[in-house]
């Protein structure tokens, strides 16, 4: 039988949550310097004992794997029909024949596992669940791991869901668009103004936004403030980095005289300057955005 060590978790597709695990390492100094004697039998001496790491403490709280208690899944509850905690902790779900397909940890177990049974119900046969009392990110991590080392030194290799690259029960953050490009680069010749080139990009999509920098890395706060917005609302559109001197090479001259305003980020809306920051700021906490960009 295969054995794994705990280096080997390293590997693991849910590791990824937490990256790095608090190290709490002593660090003994040394003065070397002569200190004044001292009368001995003016102090009291006491017994000192080293107190536990509490995250450590609370994780070995939690029942192992093999200790906890099942509950069933069932589809005519759509879901659990026992009651699963809604509390933090660790939980393991298994497939209808009682393997073992995921090990995970969650600030709420039964909203996770409501996921897991609405995405892929026919890996859901139960689920065992184990409460940490002080869900803090160190005894959640000491939790799950107890849990995976007790699940590998049994069966010798890790959860289908747990090993590297598994997608299915980890859901993966929406990869974001691509910034548009105005030229195809700086030292290629246009055969149109780049003013025309403008024009025909606000004109022939709904919501376009110039910015400093990406959409998935801003570089300035009024432009982060302005995505933020945007993705919060939900709408769909398109982003231009104006400091993109490559691809975009003269686009903030331009924009400013296309635009008659003279600063960034700038919105657009159907062909027409919607405004800056401050005022998609304004409209999205009036609540004016959702309907607008509906229209």
């Known amino acids: 039988m295969a054995t794994l060590n705990l ?7 849910f590791h990824r949550l937490f990256s790095s ?3 709490n390492i002593p660090i003994f100094s040394f003065n070397l310097q002569p200190k004044p004697s001292v009368n001995l039998r003016s102090i009291s001496l006491k017994p000192y004992t080293l107190e536990k790491p509490r995250a450590r403490v609370v994780a070995l ?31 393991a779900v298994y497939d209808k024949n009682g393997e073992v397909q995921f090990i995970g940890l969650s600030r709420n177990i039964a909203a996770s596992v409501s996921v897991h ?13 184990g409460i940490v009392d002080e869900p803090d990110r160190e005894a959640l991590t000491q939790a799950w791991k107890s849990w995976m080392e007790e699940y590998i030194k049994v069966s010798g290799k890790v959860p289908p869901g747990n090993e590297s690259g598994n997608a299915t029960w980890v859901r993966q953050p929406p990869k974001k668009k691509p910034d548009l490009r105005l030229t195809p680069g700086r030292h290629m010749q246009l055969t149109v103004p780049l003013e025309n ?30 995505i933020a917005i945007l993705e919060n609302v939900g709408v769909d559109y398109e982003s231009v980095d104006v400091l993109d001197e490559d691809y975009n090479y003269g686009l903030r001259e331009t924009l400013k005289k296309y635009s008659n305003w003279p600063t960034f980020p700038q919105i657009f809306l159907d062909g027409e300057l919607l405004g800056g920051c401050d005022i998609l700021t304004s409209m999205y906490e009036k609540g004016e955005l959702a309907s607008l960009f509906k229209k």
């Open 61 to 91: 709280a939690v029942k192992g794997l093999g200790e906890t208690e099942a509950v069933a899944v069932s589809p005519e509850n759509d879901g659990p029909s026992g009651e699963l905690p809604s509390g933090a902790g660790v939980y």
């Open 197 to 226: 080139l403008l024009d025909t990009l606000v004109k022939e999509n709904k919501v376009v936004v110039f910015i400093k920098g990406s959409r998935s890395a801003p570089l300035c706060g009024f432009s982060q403030r302005v």
């Open 117 to 129: 049974w609405k995405s892929v119900p026919e890996l859901c046969g139960s689920v065992k669940a």
């Open 21 to 23: 695990f608090p190290q």
């Open 7 to 13: 280096s080997s978790l390293q590997s693991l597709s």
